[in-house]
């Protein structure tokens, strides 16, 4: 089962109507948002990359802001279900202290042997956010880092994906994997998409 964290100001929770709530930017969590460390177990290991609370910034008038993330910390036994929640809300409470936004977390908690259809490659976590709150995919992007970021844009159907290069990128992207767009970083990934027709 696919863990999900909806902060107390998601605009994905009842009461919240805004013209924008049909389409989001799924945002990877390590390596795009925060710095990548072996197995990220305790919130005190949260780095927040340069630039990427003034990319989310740029896209959260336009777009929900969801993170989907890949956390097989949990099946292998080295945080609980409840440490990675206290991960989520401490990064949900650094953004929100620089005026930025995030309207939910899915994450994978499974084994990569596991077989889920949630742990990207696989479209699951994506597939969830539709069914559960409406997402329209076809208007949505993916931004990550990794080629199984791009592979879970690609078939959940989103509109585009972007990679943003880290030292995993190279080795993960094979031949079949082409992202829509390159970035330097989340700004000129914000901008690209908000360019997007």
Sequence with gaps: ???????????????????????????DRDGTIVEEVDYLTKP??????PDRVEGIRALQEDYLIVIVTNQSAVAR??????ELLQIHQAL???????GAFLDAVFACPHHPGDGCQC?????????????EFGIELDRSFLIGDKGSDILAGQRAGV??????PSYQTAASMRGEITPDYV????NAA????LAQP
Excluded: H
């Design 92 to 98: 949900d409470g650094m953004l929100e202290q620089r």
């Design 119 to 131: 742990r990207k490659p696989n479209p699951g976590m994506l597939y969830r956010a539709r069914d």
């Design 1 to 27: 089962m696919t863990l999900l964290y909806c902060p107390s100001r998601s605009r994905l929770l009842p009461g919240y109507t805004t013209a924008n709530t049909a389409r989001a930017v799924f945002l």
């Design 190 to 193: 914000a901008g690209w998409t």
């Design 77 to 82: 036994g080295w945080l609980s279900e409840t």
């Design 44 to 49: 005190s290991q949260l780095v927040l990359l």
């Design 159 to 164: 509109q585009g994906t972007v990679v943003i």
């Design 183 to 186: 970035a330097a970083d989340l």
